[in-house]
């Protein structure tokens, strides 16, 4: 007579049930069969679905702007062209996140080669379109924030801005920006001391740092007391 303790095994021929679709994955699913489709029916859903991703990003990574929409803009002709290449409905994030880096990283380059940096007259428009924050102090210490981090070598602002403050994993980020994961590491260690060191030589910058540290937990020493300041 069997054991009825021990439970049957399961048929070889069943497969493991996989585990349901998280509402991101199942949108995403859907979008991607949609391209798939053809016609142009997705790229509303698209638009949707992914403009406060590419916002949020290209806002994080080049400060408050006045010609945010135009990026944007930008980000989406190149996807709504571009997107019958994803290959996989797990893909589609990363190919937005993608795109909108490159956007941001040819926007950088175009500042640098044009010296596209203004002092008091931009700081005075900017301050009226920093978004989503109530503390005065904090505006203000995002806006020299920002204009620090245009001082850093392109790539290693786009690793900073999407690890630090985009809390992308590294793995993530390397897949976004191209890059092997050591080159990755190796950029953010760069952009964090370079940082830190421009921190501590603003005073506004420090002391904002030191406040938001008494009332926070500390950071990770990977991810570096700035990231508090956003």
Do not use: C
């Amino acid at each position: 007579m069997r054991d009825l303790s021990t439970p049957n095994p399961r048929p070889a021929h069943l497969k493991p049930v996989p585990p349901p679709l998280s509402l991101g994955d199942s949108a995403d699913a859907r979008l991607f069969s949609m391209i798939q489709e053809g016609g142009t029916a997705w790229q509303r859903l698209a638009y949707d679905q992914y403009f406060p991703l590419v916002k949020g990003l290209i806002i994080r990574s080049l400060g408050p702007m006045a010609d945010a929409e135009d990026l944007i803009a930008d980000v989406f002709v190149g996807f709504f062209e571009s997107a019958s290449n994803i290959r996989s409905p797990t893909r589609v994030r990363s190919y937005v996140v993608s795109i909108t880096m490159n956007v941001v990283r040819r926007e950088l380059r175009r500042r640098r080669r044009r010296r596209f940096f203004s002092l008091v007259e931009e700081e005075k428009r900017a301050v009226d379109r920093v978004p989503s924050t109530d503390d005065p102090k904090a505006k203000v210490a995002l806006l020299h924030l920002s204009r620090i981090l245009s001082t850093l070598n392109p790539d290693d602002h786009l690793v900073f801005a999407l690890h630090v403050l985009e809390d992308m994993n590294l793995e993530d980020v390397a897949q976004a920006l191209d890059m092997s994961l050591s080159t990755v590491k190796r950029r953010l260690r760069r952009a964090n001391e370079r940082l830190l060191r421009r921190v501590s030589q603003n005073p506004l910058l420090s002391d904002y740092v030191r406040d938001k540290g008494e009332r926070d937990e500390a950071l990770s020493a990977e991810d570096g007391p700035l990231k508090e300041v956003l």
